[in-house]
């Protein structure tokens, strides 16, 4: 599968690359169409990450929220990637770097009430 992703994106940024010479605007869609369409192809590799998250949970005991908070970070980390890398391929670099950080931030958003668990915990041994 990755080998015909690699033939696509190569592909595509032949083309983008001939068409960008005379219409910059076309060559943005194209890339945005031949990115959507490699992201359909890894669909199927992405299934493999339910039964990860259910390993997971196997693995913490069945605790609901430690799960969740997994599949919320594994969902603001390939969305932000996504967004990142079409706002460069755009020629948007500043609003690449915004999406990046305010990834960032969600992520550190997410983990803020674990992280005082954690804290709350090693003050507590620590006593």
Do not use: Y
């Not at 001939?18 to 590799?45: C, F, I």
């Amino acid at each position: 599968m990755i080998l015909k992703i690699t033939a696509l994106c190569i592909a595509v940024a032949m083309i983008c690359a001939a068409l960008r010479v005379q219409r910059p605007e076309l060559a943005t869609a194209v890339s945005l169409a031949g990115g959507l369409a490699a992201l359909a192809m890894a669909w199927s590799q992405m299934t493999g990450a339910g039964s990860l998250l259910k390993g997971f949970r196997l693995l913490l005991g069945q605790d609901d929220d430690v799960a969740a908070v997994i599949l919320k970070g594994a969902g603001i980390a390939i969305v932000s990637e996504l967004g990142t890398q079409l706002c460069a391929d755009a020629g948007e670099r500043a609003l690449a770097g915004r999406i990046a950080l305010a990834a960032r931030l969600a992520t550190l958003g997410l983990c803020a009430p674990m992280l005082l668990q954690i804290t709350s915990l090693v003050t507590d041994a620590l006593t």
